[in-house]
């Protein structure tokens, strides 16, 4: 089969065990995190717009956003989570947002409460939060027009990113579930988990949390289930790890002037056709 149905994300948070997300930004980087054994795809903004040499600053559009995302769910037979920044703007964009993700077949997203436009969460920058009712209000929008019961909407927290501590967090993710949020996200740019460890304390469960353990990354899948975790995202390392083997790969070939050097590393030719499932589409040539 070219196409195969993928379940909806609330189907895996619902099965329990920990869901274990990779960030991606086209579907090539999708499948193979698909082929690893992940649960479900982050389309991340970082990953989106850097693959196109551009800031994660709401720089691209949401027809850009979806257009990556849906490229992705359409290669995969499991659920993408689009990373939806801000929501695109204010309520009306929230509202347009998850009609058009939805219609796409993308089972779940996620926004945060920053300012529209937004910044990368560990870039040099003015970090302020959204006022907590105008993002509840948000997710209030977004859970009112989705028009099936599967539609998973993420609320992420930037209250850590923006220094502002726990207890805001708490008391803002706390807003988010009153609002109708599915699951929080907690994102914390620091070196140690404590904050998140302590926040997961303090939520005593009320709703999943997702997790995106990127500058602490020794916390090990077991251990951060254990902690009370529902999701957690890998957001960036496929892009860069991308980034080092193309860069070496370059290298390699200009500065040695051949690539016979390389050719006992890299994926065979072969790879490809897997994933681009060559000989399915073949078949329809008989
Ligand atoms: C992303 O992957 O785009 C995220 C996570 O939102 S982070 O880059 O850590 O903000
Ligand atoms: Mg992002």
Known sequence: MLRTQSPSF???VERGSIVRVAGA???IGAVL??????DAVWASSLEVSAARCLPDASVLTMTEYLES???MQKALHIPVVADCDTGYGGNLNVAHMVLEYEAAGITAVAMED???PKMNSFAAHDHT???TEAFAAKIRTAKSVQ???DFFVIARTEALISGLGVDEALRRCHAYADAGADAVLIHSKLKSREQIEEFLRGWENRRPVVVVPTTYPDWHVDEVERAGVSTVIYANQGLRATITSLRDAYRTIYETG???ELEGTIAPVSDIFELQQLAAWQKLEA
């Open 114 to 116: 920053k300012l529209f």
């Open 129 to 131: 939060l959204l006022d």
């Open 258 to 260: 051949s690539s016979v």
């Open 69 to 71: 995302a849906a490229n």
């Open 10 to 12: 609330r189907s895996l």
């Open 33 to 38: 995190a698909q082929n690893a054994g992940f």
């Open 25 to 27: 930004h086209d579907a």
């Open 147 to 149: 028009s099936t019961d």
